[in-house]
């Protein structure tokens, strides 16, 4: 039973010409004078109301589209990447050993606790074998409709911390990024995230089932900082988010981030008005992150396992009793630390078009 | 519906001893009610309804305008199937079921044959386990799942204890969970990964299951059933959403390389076939034959006596309804009284006990069942019901579904439900399978009552309503295909109703809500788009109802958006089982009535009234004198103030101000028009053709609702301006009252322009697709009012034509009636003959 009377074909042309002429085409007009004659004036102004003028009356949005096209190429090479796949630019930095991250210095001299592994496993994972993992996504629910438009890796071997960065450029893309990622996970029996237990990992499980790929991520063990984060924040400290952590505990102060809310406007602006500036801070963003993660780690560790506590064996280790924060001197403005290679965000923003 | 070819099993029936032998000697019992609960509800005395019935025709013999009796109908068995696991044979006859009825054989084969099935029995005729037998057979053998979806919780939380007591009985290992709001976090990975029958409602499935599909993988892979009970409910919005839903639970399941079969359940209505092929949008198998035992019913239609022969005024339903109750009662009878609205509920559970539960250390025998009331309470209620302590129960349509309640000899029925299939489901509510029972619907003075009343035979013989839906309403589509695109990508080959599926997406990229890439369009918003659709109502927001007398703050009910303007203003009684607290404040924005408990004796009612504007129209026929129309209308609600009404002799004793933000909504119409020189010609003053026009349309509404197979609420009225500009309502004289758009009074005489409209109305945001139809209908409608109008036994107008006018004091031949001036508008709407002129010609 078809309740709503079907439209005749001259209705429907002329719905989609009233749509196609919002978008911009020219199309011929219809002789309204004719149609209007045997009207009463006080009835019906628009006689076939388009599909997008009547979903404007019953619930009005606003935005508004430009599609853009631009080349690939110049696009990964404005973002300091290289062009990998359709749709798929990395970029790679390598930061030599030890660097010094606020007051921290990173080195390869910490090893990752093995009792991580509980009785089956505890062999000590080296730290050149664990993955620091970090994504950047287009919102902050969950569910199958958001997605991981970068994915941020980090890891050591004996003389830097290397950062290889995904960054999807259109949708098309997300499969050969998922399985780039599924490739460096291939001997890495530890993943390191913040807050990765309740967001990345499930959101990158969703992703890989999506496209019918393995989660490689199910067989590795994992070490969420941020649990040990709320146990071992100090009170005055207003959260025990990342940056809080960054800020107070290792005196690194960050200069011009992009706001992590705003990290998926950034996406949403390139693909809607291919503005490429915004995923360049996006990408700083997510390094600042990881290069964090490494050095909460690294604290993390210096905090050996007493035996015992095993609520859930695979992050016992990090609940152990606080010890204190080394002493940050109140920094002035003028005194932050701001590591030579972080770029600045500054400047009109700039678009590919 | 009322003839019944089993006539050999009445004698049979007629004491329920010998149908005890019966179905033993059979083999069978019953495996819905445990041996404890069949000891404890003791079958009613076959005698106590005799007489009963023989009270009522001896001395009320003029009340009953109808009398029909459904004869019983014997059971009819048939062999379980050969292929049948024996682990689930064996759990089947330690429950004491050695044979199926012969339409849970009939339904096991279809469905065994891959067949979607829609099954349509009456209440207690052993539906679940048409769905179960098929279900536990698949899990035990292949491992497959199933997903079983009712309309509420409650029914949920029933089914799942009825697997569980069957699962139990032989170790079947099956694995029944209920997932709903109430699961628990902890919980929840449980259920995905090891449930094999996972019982949910739609709302779940749209908020928290689809949107987390991948969670569910393991679950989908394996998917090979979808039961849907109660399809009957699926109807208006709310089966229109559903459908929509079901359109995306499809397309997950085609991502899991699925194709499940969907297994139906339905009250009686008239297309149950068509409605589930809709819902499901794929052809269904339908088994409408049960094989079930019924005991014998007689149905009454009974009439209040006249109390004023001028008016055709007739004495309250409501003292009727709670007289037969009261005999009932007292008779030893279990009796079940359905109202038509929530304060209606109270009001009669209040008369009621006043007469049985005047004693307040006693348990109450006596209860009022109604939406609204904390799931705790209704909890409670439902388990001293199946208990048998309760004697009578008033209720909404909230126990028209299946909620175990028990066996219950009467069922009063105050007032005709609006449509046949309601009526049936509620007199199927008493007399569930062996014994005899009465049904008593009680005629209010209302025009579809009385009609009932004065043509028993168009209800006995009336064919139930079709359930109508529109899955391609457009905006309830339109937030489906948002729901779905966030669920998985669409592809430019991809279907999802009528509408035209890529400017649907197109016009989602415009506003940065999915982006495409390549073929497909894939959602970028950062939001859940499932938690700002509701799947019942447009509006959002429950309100809740804070007890703050001495100081508290307790929780004692819940009332959704729509209501809340009409339940909850400032200085309304509000009543929970009978008793009365008043508003005393209403916090709109944060949803909130704080309420006192107070002594009152009266209860409030709220006036409200309409006003529309013309925003398209989509299609007119017109003539010289009149012009009939469908289109978009723009529809504002305003609750305008309160009458107080004194318990028992329900006169007026005080009215009060309300001052709320208006509720709108778009929605379609249709509406009528008269040239206005014919107006002016027809009527001597501008006055006369207000009244002419709002008695026109409340007997249009009316006629327009069994024309329509709707329920009367389904549509809504309205008199007034095409554009809004004034609007018309009968005030307490019954005569035409004019505001002006800002609520004031209007001299109508002096407005510049005089154009009356007459408009019906999709009671629904955007409406259902009552207004089409309707106006394809409009000579029938206006033909049988002007019929209604003219043989009407009234003097100037009353509830059954026009709506009740008050005698006026003038003399009836000084001044044109109502009731004459509505015939005179109806005989001008009458005359357009013209074809139908598309609104888009040109």
Not at chain 1, 122 to 151: H, K, Q, W, Y
Not at chain 2, 27 to 33: C, E, F, K, L
Not at chain 2, 203 to 215: A, C, R, V, W
Request: neutral net charge; proline residues 6%.
């Amino acid at each position: 039973m078809n309740v709503t009377r079907p439209l005749s074909t001259h209705q429907l042309r002329e719905r989609l010409m009233q749509l196609r002429r919002e978008r911009g085409n020219v199309v011929p007009r219809l002789d309204e004078g004719s149609a209007l004659a045997d009207l009463p004036s006080n009835i019906a102004q628009t006689l076939s109301p388009s599909l997008a003028e009547r979903l404007a009356r019953l619930r009005p949005w606003v935005g508004k589209e430009r599609s853009s096209k631009v080349d690939p190429v110049d696009v990964a090479h404005f973002l300091g990447g290289a062009l990998v796949d359709v749709g798929v630019v990395r970029i790679e930095h390598s930061f030599p050993l030890p660097l010094q991250h606020g007051r921290a210095s990173l080195n390869d001299a910490f090893t990752t606790p093995s009792a991580l592994f509980s009785e089956k496993n505890a062999l000590p994972i080296p730290v050149c074998r664990t993955a620091f993992l970090d994504t950047e996504t287009t919102g902050l629910s969950n569910g199958t409709g958001t997605v991981a438009f970068m994915i941020g890796f980090a890891r050591f071997d004996t003389n830097a911390l290397h950062v290889t960065q995904w960054l999807i450029t259109s949708f098309a893309g997300e499969r050969a990024m998922l399985t780039a990622l599924a490739r460096c996970l291939d001997d890495v029996p530890l993943i390191v995230t913040f807050n990765g237990a309740a967001f990345d990992l499930p959101l990158l499980h969703t992703r890989f089932r999506m496209h019918n790929l393995a989660d490689p991520i199910a067989a590795c063990a994992h070490a969420d900082l941020l649990p040990w984060a709320r146990r071992n924040r100090l009170k005055q400290w207003p959260d025990a988010r990342l940056q809080t952590l960054e800020r107070e505990g290792l005196g690194f102060h960050r200069v011009d981030d992009l706001p992590g809310a705003e990290v998926p406007k950034a996406w949403q602006q390139w693909l809607t008005a291919g503005a490429a500036t915004p995923l360049r801070w996006a990408l700083e963003h997510n390094r600042l992150d990881l290069v964090t993660l490494v050095a909460l780690l690294q604290r993390a560790s210096h905090h050996p396992l007493s035996p015992g506590r095993k609520a859930d064996p695979r992050q016992a280790w990090l609940f152990e009793r606080p010890t204190p924060w080394p002493p940050v001197p109140v920094a002035a403005p003028g005194s932050w630390v701001r590591n030579p290679w972080v770029p600045k965000r500054s400047g009109a923003m700039q678009s590919m078009l | 519906m009322i003839t019944c070819p089993h006539t050999k099993a009445m004698t049979l029936m007629m004491t329920t001893d010998l149908f005890d032998e019966a179905a033993e000697q059979a083999g069978y019992v019953d495996p819905r009610i445990s041996l404890a609960d069949r000891r404890r509800v003791p079958y009613a005395d076959g005698d106590a309804v005799d007489t009963m019935l023989a009270f009522l025709q001896r001395r009320h013999r003029d009340r009953i305008a109808a009398e029909i009796i459904q004869p019983a109908r014997a059971a009819r068995f048939a062999a379980f199937p050969e292929s049948i696991h024996p682990a689930l044979r064996n759990a089947l006859r330690t429950r004491g079921v050695e044979a199926l009825y012969s339409h849970q054989r009939e339904a096991f084969d279809a469905i065994h044959a891959g067949q979607h099935t829609v099954i349509v029995t009456p209440t207690a005729s052993g539906k679940s386990l048409c769905y179960n037998l098929p279900v536990l057979q698949a899990a035990l053998t292949r491992k497959a799942k199933a997903l079983y979806l009712f309309p509420t919780k409650a029914l949920a939380q029933d089914q799942v204890a009825e697997i569980l007591e069957l699962n139990r009985a032989a170790k079947l290992g099956v694995r029944a969970y209920t997932f709903d709001g109430d699961t628990p976090g902890d919980a929840r990975q449980a259920v995905r990964v090891h449930g094999d029958i996972v019982v949910s409602n739609p709302d779940m499935l749209h908020q928290g299951i689809l949107p987390h599909h991948t969670k569910w993988a393991q679950f989908f892979e394996n998917l090979a059933y979808v039961v849907i009970d109660e399809l009957h409910t699926y109807k208006g919005v709310f089966g229109s959403h559903v459908a929509n839903l079901l359109r995306r639970l499809k397309r997950i399941c085609a991502f899991y390389k699925v194709d499940p079969v969907f297994i139906l359940c339905s009250a009686t209505i008239a297309n149950p076939q068509q409605l589930a092929e809709h819902l499901i949008g794929a052809p269904v198998h339908a088994i409408t034959e049960s094989g079930a035992p019924q005991g014998a019913r007689h149905l009454l239609v009974w009439n209040p006596p006249v109390i004023n022969a001028d008016l055709d005024l007739r004495a309250s339903a409501r003292s009727q309804s709670t007289r037969l109750a009261r005999i009932a009662t007292t008779l030893g009878l279990k009796s079940i009284v359905f109202a038509n609205s929530r304060l209606e509920v109270e009001v009669i559970t209040k008369y009621m006990k006043d007469t049985f539960d005047a004693d307040p250390r006693k348990p109450a025998r006596v209860v009022a069942y109604r939406g609204g009331y904390l799931p705790t309470e209704r909890r409670d209620k439902e388990h001293k019901l199946r208990a048998g302590t309760i004697d009578c129960v008033v209720t909404t349509s909230a126990l028209e579904l299946g909620v175990d309640i028990g066996a219950l000899d009467v069922c009063i029925l105050n007032g005709y439900p609006g449509t046949v299939a309601a009526a049936w489901q509620r007199f199927g509510r008493a007399g569930r399978r062996q014994r005899k029972a009465i049904g008593i619907l009680v005629a209010t003075s209302e025009l579809l009552d009385q009609y009932i009343a004065r043509h028993p035979d168009f209800f006995f013989a009336a064919s139930p309503e079709h359930a109508r839906i529109d899955p391609d309403q457009l905006l309830i589509n339109m937030d489906h295909v948002r729901c779905a695109a966030f669920e998985l990508p669409f592809h430019e080959s991809d279907h999802f109703g009528a509408e035209d599926l890529p400017s649907q997406l197109d016009y989602l990229a415009e506003n940065a809500v999915v982006h495409r890439d390549g073929a497909q369009w894939h959602w970028i918003a950062d939001s859940y788009p499932a938690n700002t659709v509701s799947l019942r109502t447009i509006a959002e927001g429950n309100f809740i109802v804070v007890d703050i007398t001495a100081g508290g703050k307790n929780i004692i009910a819940e009332v959704d958006y729509s209501s809340a303007a009409l339940t909850l203003y400032e200085g309304a009684i509000y009543m929970v089982q009978a008793t009365p607290w008043q508003v005393e404040k209403l916090d709109w924005v944060g949803r909130k009535a704080f309420v006192r408990r107070v002594d009152a004796d009266y209860y409030t009612d709220a006036i409200d009234y309409t006003k529309l504007k013309v925003l398209d129209e989509f299609e007119h026929a017109a003539s010289r004198a009149d012009r009939a129309s469908h289109g978009e209308v723009h529809v504002v609600r305003r609750v305008a103030g309160y009458k107080k009404i004194r318990y028992y002799t329900h006169e007026n004793i005080g009215y009060g101000n309300v001052h709320l933000p208006d509720l709108e909504m778009h929605t379609s119409a249709v509406w009528w028009q008269i040239d206005p020189v014919t107006l002016a010609n027809s009527f001597a003053t501008r006055h006369q053709a207000i009244d002419g026009f709002l008695g026109a349309a409340y007997a249009l509404h009316h006629i327009a609702a069994l024309v329509s197979l709707a329920e009367l609420r389904d549509i809504g009225r309205s008199v007034g301006d095409g554009n809004g500009a004034w609007s018309a309502v009968v005030d307490a004289r019954g005569r035409g009252t004019v505001r002006a758009q800002d609520g004031a009074d209007l001299n109508i005489e002096q407005a510049s322009s005089f154009k009356p409209t007459l408009f019906l109305y999709d009671n629904y945001p955007g409406g259902i697709g009552i207004a089409v139809p309707l106006f394809d209908q409009r000579h029938t409608v206006i033909e049988r009012a002007i019929q209604v109008v003219a043989s009407c036994r009234c003097k100037e107008g009353c509830p059954a034509c026009i709506g009740p006018i008050p005698p006026s004091p003038a003399p009836a031949s000084a001044t044109l009636s109502p009731r004459a001036a509505a015939q005179r508008v109806l005989g001008l709407l009458g005359s357009a003959t013209a074809s139908t002129t598309p609104g888009m010609a040109g």
